[in-house]
C-alpha cells in the first residue's frame, strides 16, 4: 500500500512542528509563494501556473481554478473580491475545520494569491461560527499576517493590498452554496440565486468576484513554491494534487479520521490509509 502522508500538501504529517504560529509556519517555508509572487511573477503568471497544475475546484464542481480567475482577472473592473468557502455544509465532514484549526497561516496566504492573480483587494473568509477552534486559530493567524504586513496595505512594501474579514454564520446545509454566501454577507436574507450570471462576472455587491473553497486556496502556495510540474506529478492526468477525505469508523459518535490522498485513489487504500482495513482485505 502507498505511503500517503508523503504526498501531503495542506494537513500536516505525523511529527511535521506546528505551523500554527507565524514564526513555525514561516520556518516551514510559509510565505515564500507571496513574496515571491508579488515581487517577482505577474497575476497570469500565478494564472497559467495554477491551471498548469491541473488544480481543481475541491468544492464539488471540479473546474480549472485558474481558468475561473482568469475569467475575473480579465473583466475590467476597479472593484474585485475574493471569497473563501471555508463552510463545511455537511457537518459531518471535517476539511475546512481542520486546516483552519491546523494549518491557518497557509490558508490565508492562498487567499491572498488569489487576490493578487485576479486583481481583487478585498477578501472573505466565509465559515462556521461554530468552529470556535477554527475561527480562533485563523483570526489570531490574521492578526499576526497584519501585523507583519502580509495582509494589508502595501503588503511586503510593493504596491498589492489586500484586506481579509472573517464572516462567520450557521445557518445549515445552505450556507455553503455561493450565492447564499454573497447574500448573506451583504447583509440579506440567505437565499439561493439563479444563475447565470455567475460570481465571476456578477457576484458580490454586483462586482467580478472568485469563490473557491478553503482546500482549493490552501493548495496555491505549494503550487507557487514548488512548481506546476511538481504538484501535478501526484493526482491524475486531469486532476492534480491531492483531496481531503473524512473517513469515519463504524462506532456511533467516534471521531473520525482527516486524511488526505492523490487523485485516483482507490477506496481500499483509503480505508487502509484511515487505518480501517487490512490492506489484504
Not at 463552510?87 to 492562498?110: C, K, T
Request: glycine residues 10%.
Amino acid at each position: 500500500m502507498p505511503e500517503f502522508e508523503t504526498t501531503y500538501r495542506v494537513l500536516r504529517r505525523r511529527g511535521e512542528p506546528d505551523v500554527r504560529s507565524l514564526d513555525a509556519y514561516r520556518r516551514a517555508g510559509g510565505y515564500t509563494a507571496l513574496e515571491t509572487a508579488i515581487r517577482e511573477q505577474t497575476p497570469e503568471q500565478i494564472i497559467q501556473q495554477v491551471i498548469d497544475a491541473k488544480l481543481r475546484g475541491r468544492g464539488g464542481a471540479g473546474r480549472l481554478t485558474g481558468e475561473k480567475w482568469r475569467i475575473v482577472r480579465n473583466i475590467d473592473d476597479n472593484q474585485k473580491y475574493v471569497i473563501c468557502n471555508a463552510y463545511d455544509a455537511d457537518p459531518r465532514a471535517w476539511a475546512a475545520r481542520s486546516l483552519l484549526e491546523r494549518n491557518p497561516h497557509q490558508v490565508i496566504e492562498g487567499i491572498v494569491l488569489a487576490a493578487y492573480a485576479v486583481g481583487a483587494t478585498e477578501a472573505y473568509l466565509f465559515t462556521r461560527n461554530i468552529y470556535l477552534e477554527g475561527v480562533a486559530s485563523v483570526q489570531r493567524a490574521l492578526n499576526e499576517a497584519l501585523e507583519t504586513n502580509l495582509v494589508g496595505r502595501d503588503i511586503l512594501g510593493t504596491e498589492f493590498s489586500c484586506t481579509i474579514n472573517v464572516f462567520g454564520v450557521d445557518i445549515g446545509f445552505m450556507g455553503g452554496e455561493e450565492t447564499v454566501q454573497i447574500a448573506l454577507i451583504k447583509g440579506r436574507r440567505g437565499m439561493p440565486e439563479q444563475r447565470p450570471p455567475f460570481p465571476a462576472q456578477y457576484g458580490l455587491w454586483d462586482k467580478p468576484t472568485a469563490i473557491n473553497c478553503v482546500e482549493t486556496l490552501a493548495n496555491v502556495p505549494v503550487i507557487v513554491r514548488s512548481g506546476a510540474a511538481e504538484f501535478a506529478s501526484v493526482g491524475t492526468e486531469m486532476t492534480g494534487g491531492t483531496k481531503i477525505l473524512t473517513v469515519y469508523d463504524y462506532v456511533p459518535d467516534s471521531e473520525p479520521k482527516v486524511i488526505e490522498v492523490p487523485f485516483g485513489t482507490t477506496l481500499r487504500e483509503i480505508l487502509h490509509h484511515a487505518g480501517y482495513n487490512r490492506p489484504d482485505s
